[in-house]
């Protein structure tokens, strides 16, 4: 079985618009205030993915649920954008940490 990969665009806008039960304007209107970032093909049609439709369900929890406006919404979707980077060097930081550690009691018992 072929891996999924949550980045690769494979949806059109209708068949988003159906998923999310937003209007195709209303996702235009996202990618417009720079919300969401659908991929180009050909340089006319956009294509979603599987984490742009995590990203839209997302947006419309914080609008729909929460009550949040979408000046919020793209402060909150940065923060975490953010926070997901941050931990991800984190974790890279952590990771050779314990390289570093494992070499030197390598070196250590070595001796």
């Excluded at 205030?33 to 093909?41: C, Q, Y």
């Excluded at 997901?84 to 952590?94: G, P, R």
């Amino acid at each position: 079985m072929r891996n999924i990969d949550r980045d690769e665009p494979v949806y059109m806008i209708g068949v988003v618009s159906k998923i999310c039960e937003l209007h195709p304007q209303t996702l235009r209107m996202y990618e417009r205030l720079g919300l969401i970032s659908p991929r180009r093909v050909k340089s006319k049609n956009r294509m979603y993915s599987e984490s742009d439709i995590e990203r839209l369900r997302q947006i419309q929890r914080l609008t729909q649920d929460m009550g949040v406006n979408l000046a919020g919404v793209e402060i909150i979707l940065n923060l975490l954008d953010r926070i997901k980077q941050l931990q991800q060097e984190m974790d890279e930081s952590i990771r050779v940490r314990n390289e570093i550690e494992n070499k030197l009691k390598e070196l250590l018992n070595k001796q």
